[in-house]
C-alpha cells in the first residue's frame, strides 16, 4: 500500500473520530491490506491527533482474551497509542465523543522504568512497574457496526476509545500474582461478568512482555511514566448514557464510572 493511500485512510479515521461517523470496513474496500499497512495507517492517525494537540501518555494491547477475540472475529493481540484526551475520571461523556462504546474491565500497568524488546520477561516488567491498578477502558470502533478484522482493528489505533483508572486502588505487582486475581464487573448495580488475570494471555504481565517485545522489533521503547491498559479479562459490554460500571479485582480495589 503506498504512502498516499495510507495517509488517505489515516485521515477517514480521524475525520470519522472527531464526528462522530462510520466507514465501511477498510479489509472491505481494500482486501490485500496488510497488517503492517494497518499500523502503518494507525500512526497516521495518531500523527493527526498530535497534530490537534493530543500527547502520548501510553499504550494499549487489545484483544488478548478468548471472550473479546470471539465476540469481534479478532484471534491475535494488537496493540494502539492513549493520549492525554482519553482519559476520565467520574463521569465519561460517551454520548458526545463516541459512537459505538463498549466498556471492559482490565489492569493498569504504571511504568518506572523504560521496556525495550526484544528480550523482555515477566521479571523485567515486574521490575519495571511502578503500580498497577484497576481500570475501564471503553473501545470505539470507526467501523460500521463494528465489522472488522485485525487490520481494521490495527488500523483504528486498536480500537480506542476512553478510559478511566483508580490511581488510588494502586498497588506494587509483586504483592498479588495477576494470573490469579480475580475481576468483578458491575453495571447498574447488577454483577455482570467475572474474570481472572489468566484469561488475558495466561497473565496481564504476559500481555505488558508481548507488548514491550513487539514494539522493540520496531525500536519502539515502552517509556517510564508511561501507563499501559493490558488488555480486558471479562466480555465487552455495550454501554449508553445513563449506565453505570464498577469493576473490582482482588488485592487491589474497585475503578467505578459513570456514562454521561
Same mark, same amino acid.
Request: aromatic share 6%; proline share 5%; charged share 20%.
Given at each position: 500500500m503506498?504512502?498516499q ?10 475525520q470519522?473520530?472527531v ?7 477498510l ?7 496488510t497488517i503492517?499497512d494497518?499500523?502503518?495507517i ?5 500523527e493527526?491527533?498530535l497534530?490537534a494537540?493530543?500527547?502520548i501518555?501510553g499504550?494499549?494491547?487489545? $484483544?488478548t482474551? #478468548?471472550?473479546?477475540q470471539?465476540m469481534l472475529?479478532v484471534f *491475535?493481540? !494488537?496493540?494502539g497509542y492513549?493520549?492525554?484526551k482519553?482519559v476520565y475520571?467520574d463521569e465519561m461523556?460517551i454520548?458526545q465523543l463516541?459512537? *459505538?462504546?463498549? $466498556?471492559?474491565g482490565?489492569?493498569?500497568f504504571?511504568l518506572?522504568? !523504560?521496556l ?6 515477566n ?5 519495571a512497574t511502578e503500580?498497577?491498578m484497576?481500570?475501564f477502558?471503553v473501545v470505539?470502533?470507526r467501523?460500521?457496526?463494528w465489522?472488522?478484522?485485525? *487490520?481494521? %482493528?490495527?488500523?483504528?489505533? $486498536? ?11 494502586a498497588?506494587?505487582?509483586?504483592s498479588l500474582d495477576?494470573?490469579t486475581c480475580g475481576?468483578v464487573?458491575?453495571?447498574n448495580?447488577a %454483577?455482570?461478568?467475572v474474570?481472572a488475570?489468566?484469561?488475558a494471555l495466561?497473565?496481564?504481565?504476559n500481555?505488558?512482555a ?8 520496531f525500536g519502539?521503547?515502552? #517509556?517510564?511514566?508511561e501507563l499501559?491498559?493490558s488488555?480486558s ?8 448514557a445513563g ?8 488485592g ?5 464510572i459513570r456514562?454521561?
Amino acid at each position: 500500500m503506498d504512502k498516499q493511500l495510507i495517509e488517505q485512510l489515516g485521515n477517514e479515521l480521524y475525520q470519522a473520530m472527531v464526528e462522530r461517523t462510520v466507514l465501511s470496513p477498510l479489509t472491505e474496500r481494500f482486501p490485500d491490506i496488510t497488517i503492517v499497512d494497518a499500523y502503518h495507517i494507525s500512526l497516521h492517525m495518531l500523527e493527526c491527533r498530535l497534530s490537534a494537540g493530543e500527547k502520548i501518555i501510553g499504550k494499549k494491547i487489545g $484483544a488478548t482474551s #478468548k471472550a473479546v477475540q470471539n465476540m469481534l472475529g479478532v484471534f *491475535q493481540p !494488537d496493540f494502539g497509542y492513549l493520549t492525554d484526551k482519553m482519559v476520565y475520571s467520574d463521569e465519561m461523556p460517551i454520548s458526545q465523543l463516541l459512537i *459505538q462504546p463498549k $466498556a471492559e474491565g482490565e489492569i493498569a500497568f504504571v511504568l518506572k522504568r !523504560d521496556l525495550i524488546g526484544p528480550g523482555i520477561t515477566n521479571a523485567d516488567v515486574l521490575a519495571a512497574t511502578e503500580a498497577v491498578m484497576p481500570c475501564f477502558e471503553v473501545v470505539d470502533s470507526r467501523i460500521e457496526d463494528w465489522k472488522i478484522k485485525i *487490520q481494521d %482493528t490495527v488500523a483504528d489505533n $486498536a480500537s480506542c476509545g476512553l478510559f478511566v483508572v483508580n490511581e488510588k486502588a494502586a498497588v506494587d505487582p509483586r504483592s498479588l500474582d495477576l494470573s490469579t486475581c480475580g475481576m468483578v464487573v458491575e453495571k447498574n448495580g447488577a %454483577t455482570l461478568s467475572v474474570g481472572a488475570g489468566a484469561a488475558a494471555l495466561g497473565s496481564p504481565v504476559n500481555c505488558v512482555a508481548w507488548l514491550a517485545n513487539t514494539l522493540g522489533q520496531f525500536g519502539i521503547p515502552l #517509556k517510564a511514566g508511561e501507563l499501559i491498559l493490558s488488555g480486558s479479562l471479562v466480555p465487552l459490554e455495550p454501554v449508553v448514557a445513563g449506565d453505570e460500571m464498577n469493576v473490582k479485582v482482588g488485592g487491589m480495589g474497585n475503578c467505578r464510572i459513570r456514562f454521561s
